[in-house]
C-alpha cells in the first residue's frame, strides 16, 4: 500500500509541474499521463535514433538524450511512453512530444540563431511538445531541459547522484 501512495504521490507531482508549465502559455493544462495511463507519444525521425558508423558525436548524444526521455518519463509515471518514427498525425487523443525536425514542421524553428548553432527552443502548447534545436547538439539541451522543469535533476554519475520525483 506505501508503494501505492508513494507512486499516486510522484504521478500527481508529475501532473502538477506539466500544469506548471503549460500554465503561462494558456488557460487548459496539459495531462500527459492520467491515472497511469499515457496520453503522450514521442515522435523524432528514424534516422535520430538509428545508430550509423561513422556518426558525429553530436548525433549519438541526441540519440541517448532521446532514449533517456523515453526512459525517465517512464520511470517518473510508472507508464509506457511510446517512441514512434513516423510523421506525426494530429489526434485529440494523445499530446505529441515532438522533437527535432517534427518539432520544427509544427511549432517553427528557433526563433533566435547563434553563429555556433547553440540555439534551442522548448514549446508547451495545446498542440504538443516541441524540443527544437539549431543543431542535434543544442536539440539535445532542449530535452534536458523539459527534463529538468519537471524536476530530473544530476548532480554525479549513478544512483546516488541522481534525483528523479
Same mark, same amino acid.
Given at each position: 500500500m506505501r508503494d501505492l501512495n508513494k507512486s499516486l504521490y510522484f504521478f500527481n507531482f508529475f501532473i502538477f509541474v506539466v500544469c506548471i508549465l503549460s500554465g503561462s502559455a494558456f488557460s487548459q493544462p496539459i495531462t500527459l499521463i492520467e491515472n497511469g495511463i499515457s496520453k503522450t507519444t514521442i515522435f523524432v525521425k528514424q534516422e535520430v535514433i /538509428?545508430? /550509423?558508423? *561513422? $556518426?558525429?558525436?553530436?548525433?549519438?548524444?541526441?540519440r541517448e538524450s532521446v532514449k533517456d526521455l523515453v526512459y525517465y518519463l517512464e520511470?517518473? /509515471? *510508472?507508464?509506457?511512453?511510446g517512441l514512434i518514427t513516423k510523421s506525426p498525425e494530429d489526434h485529440d487523443d494523445y499530446i505529441p512530444i515532438l522533437i527535432g525536425d517534427y518539432a520544427i514542421d509544427r511549432f517553427g524553428p528557433t526563433k533566435k540563431t547563434d553563429p555556433y548553432k547553440q540555439s534551442w527552443r522548448?514549446?508547451? =502548447? $495545446?498542440k504538443g511538445i516541441g524540443m527544437? *534545436?539549431? =543543431? $542535434? $547538439?543544442s536539440t539535445t539541451h532542449a530535452i534536458y531541459e523539459f527534463l529538468e522543469r519537471i524536476g530530473c535533476r544530476w548532480y554525479m554519475p549513478g544512483e546516488i547522484g541522481q534525483v528523479i520525483p
Open positions: /538509428t545508430a /550509423t558508423p *561513422g $556518426e558525429t558525436a553530436a548525433h549519438k548524444k541526441l520511470k517518473i /509515471t *510508472g507508464t509506457k511512453v522548448l514549446v508547451i =502548447s $495545446e527544437i *534545436g539549431q =543543431s $542535434e $547538439e
